[in-house]
């Protein structure tokens, strides 16, 4: 059975630092990889989808990154900013099903 | 284009009562789902319709029923709730099914079973 785990569960930065989220999963098998944003109180947005072919996405002063044989992604925020602060997700489809596999997030605070 | 809509945002229902939570999506998606979201345990996903006329079960579909009314629209039924469905209920549609696209969120509703 598929698990996505993301560690640590909350993080603090201070402004303008670069910084790396962290998710791993158990089965390599997987179709693609995608990372969320959520604000709090609110539904999440789609931020970044890596195919299982693909090794990185980026969209402006993000980046993620894919490593299937190590089962892990990373997600890297450049120039960090207050209004980065939320909670990230991220979320496997696996290879066998097609069902969207989610961890539990990390907490971003940016500390101004 | 509104995205995805639910209603209502808010709910406390009695252990026993029934509710429908209500979604829809002006995207001319395929596919939409139903999650849930606990602290600590992540989103799970309780039924999904891959297309219209098409409704499945997910991880976690005991206690819940759905109707995928036309094209829009996906409503969840609890029958008869209990305080174990207390929860953050997400509604989600994309234009493929599964995680093949992008899915897209609405601003969830927020049950307490008292």
């Known amino acids: 059975k598929q698990e996505v785990t993301q560690i640590p569960a909350a993080l603090s930065v201070p402004e303008g630092e670069n910084l790396v989220l962290n998710c791993s999963f158990t089965d390599s098998a997987i179709y693609n990889l995608q990372w969320f944003r959520q604000d709090p109180g609110k539904g999440l947005t789609s931020l970044l989808l890596?195919?299982?072919?693909?090794r990185e996405q980026t969209s402006g002063r993000l980046n993620a990154s894919l490593d299937k044989s190590s089962g892990r992604s990373t997600l890297y925020i450049a120039a960090s900013q207050p209004g980065d602060s939320a909670t990230y997700l991220c979320a496997v489809l696996g290879g066998a099903t097609n069902k969207l596999i989610f961890g539990t997030g990390t907490l971003l605070a940016v500390q101004p | 284009n509104a995205g995805v809509t639910q209603t209502p945002k808010f709910q406390v229902l009695k252990t026993g009562q029934s509710m429908t939570l209500q979604c829809a999506q002006d995207?001319?998606?395929?596919?939409m789902y139903w999650y849930r979201q606990d602290p600590g345990m992540g989103l799970r996903l309780i039924y999904y319709s891959a297309s219209e006329g098409t409704t499945d079960k997910g991880e976690v579909p005991n206690g819940y029923n759905v109707s995928r009314l036309n094209k829009r629209e996906f409503s969840l039924r609890l029958e008869s709730a209990a305080p174990s469905q207390t929860s953050v209920y997400f509604c989600?549609?994309?234009?493929?099914?599964?995680?093949?696209?992008?899915?897209?969120f609405g601003p969830g509703t927020r049950l307490t079973v008292t």
């Open positions: 995207m001319n998606h395929n596919s």
């Open positions: 989600a549609s994309s234009e493929a099914l599964g995680g093949q696209g992008f899915l897209y």
């Open positions: 890596i195919q299982s072919s693909q």
